[in-house]
């Protein structure tokens, strides 16, 4: 990797998953971020990172009998995991100075080096009692809530970040729309006095020389907009007006993602699929794809580690050897998964009492239960299930993931996994596992027979969880959206559920089919067949889907790219908002 001298790259995310102890990540966007600055650390990349120390975490979760959520503040002590750094700054918010101060967390990498992570912190004595919590709740609050703390993240970490000297030559990279503030602070900083009317286009372009954007999701909810009052109320009339006046605001609405897109010189959607979408919902704006990935270190369960550092050593230096995995002989593939099988096994027992059967195909589903992950899908006809079980082999489903305390249809969701339960028992064994977290994550990833995602088409952007599931052998059964529309070779990494274009209908009668026809035949008739995919999914698609590529593109094609470099058209972006649009009324 070509890297110039003095260069940085200031990563902001509004949640990092760090570690277990660490409660700053609801789900993907959160993993995804951590396992970024673990590679950039391995690859030796010069990077710092700014997010929020989110006192209360998310939130822990707790399911009654049926299946109705509960929800509690994750609390935790900074002061035992960070240091605390001695650089302050402050921001304007509706008029109020707002004081931050900083702790840090230091990612370090295979060869020692060090990307910091720098978690902003307003619960100072000398902020009022309302701004001390600004920092406290993860996505909690109502839509002002919100902007402060995106004017904490974006304006106030651009301040920590100039008081420690790291500002002058950062490249700024905002993961997803919630630090686009950061854009105008460095418009500030271009005007340096002048009268905010004065701003031109070669203002903007030196702002955009500095920004990098990715954003993550397709669903409206996940583009941040604010009302006219909304933003001039916390902004004040003259940044606000410095928005209006750089044309980022549109109808009397700030919204995020448009202002990424309007001041970032670079702008990445996350897979192949999810760019075509990006594309045709933001058609002024070239936007290009880097796959996402998972780190291979920290999804790869023990087992499978111990397996990969005897085959194929160099795995742990360059991820690519994983296509190595392919001359692994297929009993020493089901020795590891036997393993940790087990492991997830005794942490369910832990957990609910229940005892599973290593002898029955387990199928996992874990993400963040919300209606258009649509975990309840196998559950569309029970009668069907009941006789699959009983014609073509027993089945177990474990479940996992918690819904947005606001979230009333993913609330439902569990309630409905929760009766469906109930009426497959004696059929088919349902267990969900409350309060989903990085740990179990790694279980769960790593100890299910069949990892099944199916979103409704095209509003998964990326999906990440069957990345860490094929590090581990675990083969995925998954609509053709996200990445796996890149990963899927049907029958050999893992199976499609439906066509790439095709409705929900066509889905659930695949999914039953399949099921019945080929994956539960498979796995009880033709063991060393069914290792022969799992293998496939270690070689293929482990060997791909990580962050150390992934960060490699960042590095090449975002970051430090070739003079002149450009993304290129995208075949079929012409219909993706009205396909988006469709799929997001579906679900409502």
């Given amino acids: 990797m070509s890297i110039p001298s003095g260069a940085i790259v200031a990563y902001f995310s509004m949640e990092i998953c760090l570690e277990q102890a660490i409660p700053t990540y609801s789900g993907g966007l959160g993993v995804l971020a951590g396992d970024t600055l673990r590679s950039a650390a391995d690859l030796e990349v010069p990077m710092v990172a700014v997010t929020l120390l989110h006192r209360k975490g998310y939130f822990t979760q707790t399911l009654d009998a049926n299946g109705q959520q509960h929800e509690a503040p994750d609390l935790w002590s900074p002061e035992t995991v960070l240091a605390p750094e001695s650089a302050r700054s402050s921001v304007e918010i509706a008029g109020r100075h707002v004081a931050i101060r900083a702790w840090r967390y230091d990612v370090i990498g295979a060869g020692g080096h060090v990307v910091p992570v720098f978690l902003l912190d307003t619960d100072l004595e000398e902020n009022s009692e309302w701004d001390r919590t600004l920092t406290d709740c993860l996505y909690g609050g109502d839509s002002h809530y919100r902007l402060c703390q995106e004017v904490v993240l974006g304006m106030g970490g651009a301040a920590i970040l100039d008081a420690m000297g790291y500002a002058e030559d950062a490249t700024y990279h905002m993961n997803e729309g919630h630090a686009a503030l950061i ?60 928005l209006v006046d750089a044309h980022v605001v549109e109808d009397h609405t700030l919204n995020m ?50 397996l990969f550092d005897r085959r194929i050593p160099e795995w742990r230096r360059d991820n690519q050897y994983l296509r190595y995995a392919i001359d692994i002989p297929l009993e020493e593939i089901l020795d590891a998964h036997a393993a940790t099988k087990a492991s997830l096994f005794d942490e369910v027992l832990k957990r609910t009492g229940v005892k599973l059967d290593p002898a029955i195909i387990t199928i996992g589903f874990a993400r963040r239960a919300t209606p258009y992950k649509r975990a309840d899908l196998i559950f569309s006809d029970i009668n069907r299930l009941k006789a699959i079980a009983g014609r073509s082999g027993r089945i177990q489903l474990l479940f996992g993931g918690k819904a947005h305390p606001r979230d009333e249809g993913g609330k439902a969701l569990i309630r409905q996994i929760y009766a469906a339960a109930a009426e497959l028992e004696g059929h088919v064994q349902v267990v969900y596992l409350a309060n989903y977290e990085m740990d179990i994550a790694h279980l769960m990833t790593s100890g299910v027979d069949l990892w099944l995602n199916n979103p409704t088409k095209p509003l998964e952007a990326s999906g990440t969880s069957g990345m860490k599931a094929a590090l581990n052998g675990v083969p995925s059964y998954s609509v053709l959206d996200g990445w796996w529309v890149e990963g899927c070779i049907d029958g050999v990494t893992g199976w499609a559920i439906g066509r790439a274009r095709g409705g929900p209908d066509d889905e659930i009668a695949d999914l039953y089919v399949k099921l019945e026809r080929v994956i539960l035949p498979l796995f009880y008739g033709l063991p060393f067949s069914w290792a022969n995919v799992m293998r496939n999914a270690i070689a293929l698609n482990g060997s791909f889907f ?34 988006v649009h469709s799929a997001w009324a579906g679900v409502q």
């Fill in 257 to 306: 993602t448009h202002l990424a897109l309007r001041l970032s010189r670079y702008v990445n959607a996350v897979a192949m699929r999810h760019r075509e979408i990006t594309q045709g919902m933001f058609p002024d704006y070239p936007i290009d794809s880097i796959t996402n990935g998972v780190h291979a270190l920290t999804w790869t369960a023990a087992p499978f580690q111990e």
């Fill in 183 to 242: 854009t105008l602070t460095l418009l500030e900083r271009e005007l340096a006095g002048r009268a905010r009317h004065d701003i031109g286009e070669a203002d903007l372009e030196r702002v955009r020389r500095r920004c990098i954007f990715t954003t993550h999701t397709p669903v409206p909810a996940g583009h941040d907009r604010f009302d006219e009052g909304e933003y001039r109320g916390v902004l004040g009339d003259d940044r606000a007006q410095l």
């Fill in 546 to 579: 990580n962050t150390q590529r992934m960060v490699g593109q960042y590095v090449h094609n975002a970051y430090f790219p070739p003079a002149n470099q450009r993304p290129i058209p995208v075949a079929g972006a012409e219909n993706a908002k009205e396909d």
